[in-house]
């Protein structure tokens, strides 16, 4: 399940979650290319029991954006180990996602 994460909460969650892979969605409502990668997220996290998926709303949280050099949507930034490990800017297929989502699967094996 895909969870939607408010400012406050955000470097709680990464800290919660250092020890797995945890993808962010950075999007807005009024965002076409966002609307049009929600359904690749949706797979990707059915697909991937063990990554967290999170989105967070950028006109909710205007500062995290701001301190996380957020500067175009949809941007999808993966976690590991607390940090940020890879970011992604633009609307992407599933199968770029995947592989990248493998490479810190492989990685941590």
Not at 67 to 78: L, Y
Not at 98 to 106: G, M
Request: glycine share 2%; proline share 4%; with cysteine.
């Amino acid at each position: 399940m895909i969870h939607h994460i408010e400012e406050e909460r955000i470097n709680e969650e990464i800290v919660r979650n250092s020890e797995k892979l945890m993808i962010i969605d950075f999007y807005a409502d009024w965002c076409m290319p966002c609307q049009m990668l929600s359904p690749i997220m949706t797979e990707l996290d059915k697909k991937y029991k063990e990554v967290e998926f999170y989105k967070v709303n950028i006109d909710e949280a205007p500062n995290y954006a701001l301190t996380s050099n957020i500067k175009s949507i949809p941007t999808i930034v993966f976690y590991k180990d607390g940090k940020e490990a890879e970011r992604v800017v633009g609307l992407e297929s599933m199968e770029k996602l995947s592989n990248i989502i493998d490479y810190y699967h492989i990685k941590d094996n």
